[in-house]
């Protein structure tokens, strides 16, 4: 079977080494001055469960689409309303970004494919935002024409733009839930020797092919499913923060009793387990 020629495109990017050390250098840049907090968690989603960053770019790409549109078929009639819509999203352009930074900015520690596509989809849409910036100017100043020409040379870094950011997030999975496939076990499943538990102390264990984080507080056991919904961090590895535990990778503090979000980046809850000792072992089944 032949193979898709964007299959091509998206590998040569992710062949591209030398993004390795200036993307590094942003996405720390950017998790030092956004750390995890009430600003970081509007900007993910968490207070939405959902990622914001996806929402937010259908502004900008149906506002621009839209302007393209009207340029090309409109008439004479629709160009005030073009230059509203490039305007608009150009407005729009500024929060979308910032979503897709933060986003972004969390696949480290991540695969050498999501940093390099990142940083290609962000300099496409940078790129975008400035032509359909001075698309903008040229339009207000009267240049209808230099402004159409601007605006189908962002309409292209647009394009190119979107397609990476599709890659991103429905080939290489980033700001999709992590624990979305997971296999639950169908019934009580034993994971440990109890003796093996200490007070405090999260201990990884599998529940058939599933990793759990397995603690026991204050005299009650707690299991979570070890790869944390937001990057897939190894919750085990966390700290307890009273009856939370916090993401080793990127700060995110579920609740143990029943996985909730208390503090992001991530904005779907962990899937929390029933536990019990019996017989010596610590057996798990999913929460109904
Ligand atoms: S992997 Fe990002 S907070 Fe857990």
């Known amino acids: 079977m032949t193979r898709p020629r964007a299959h091509a495109v998206t590998e040569s990017i992710a062949a591209i080494t030398a993004l390795d050390a200036p993307a590094k250098a942003i996405a720390k840049q950017f998790r030092s001055l956004l750390p995890p907090g009430a600003v970081k968690d509007a900007l993910s989603g968490t207070w ?10 259908d502004v900008p790409i149906g506002t621009w689409t839209s302007a393209t549109l009207l340029d090309l078929v409109g008439g004479r009639a629709s160009r005030p309303a073009a ?44 790129t975008a935002i400035a032509l359909y910036g001075a698309s903008f100017a040229a339009r207000r100043r009267g240049a209808h024409t230099t402004g159409v020409l601007f605006g189908l040379a962002g309409a292209g870094a647009m394009g190119a733009g979107g397609f990476l950011g599709g890659d991103l997030s429905y080939t290489l999975g980033v700001g999709v839930n992590q624990t979305l496939f997971d296999e639950d076990p169908s019934d009580w499943t034993p994971v440990l020797d109890a003796s093996m538990l200490v007070d405090d102390r999260p201990m990884q264990a599998l529940a058939g092919e599933i990793p759990l984080m397995i603690v026991k507080r204050n005299g009650t056991i707690h299991a979570l499913a070890d790869r944390c919904s937001h990057r ?12 939370c535990i916090t993401c080793p990778w990127h700060g995110t503090r579920f609740r143990l009793e029943d996985g909730s979000v208390e503090r992001g980046p991530a ?3 962990q899937p929390v387990y029933e536990a019990r000792v019996n017989d010596g072992r610590i057996e798990v089944r999913p929460t109904p």
């Open 48 to 57: 939405l469960g959902h990622a914001l960053h996806p929402l937010l770019t």
């Open 83 to 126: 230059q509203k819509l490039v305007g608009i999203g150009l407005a729009a352009a500024a929060p979308t970004a910032l979503t897709g930074w933060t986003e972004w900015a969390d696949s480290e520690p991540g695969n050498d494919h999501v940093r390099r596509i990142g940083m290609v989809h962000a300099i496409s849409n940078v």
């Open 232 to 243: 897939g961090g190894p919750l085990h590895e966390g700290e307890l923060e009273g009856d």
């Open 267 to 269: 904005a779907y809850l």
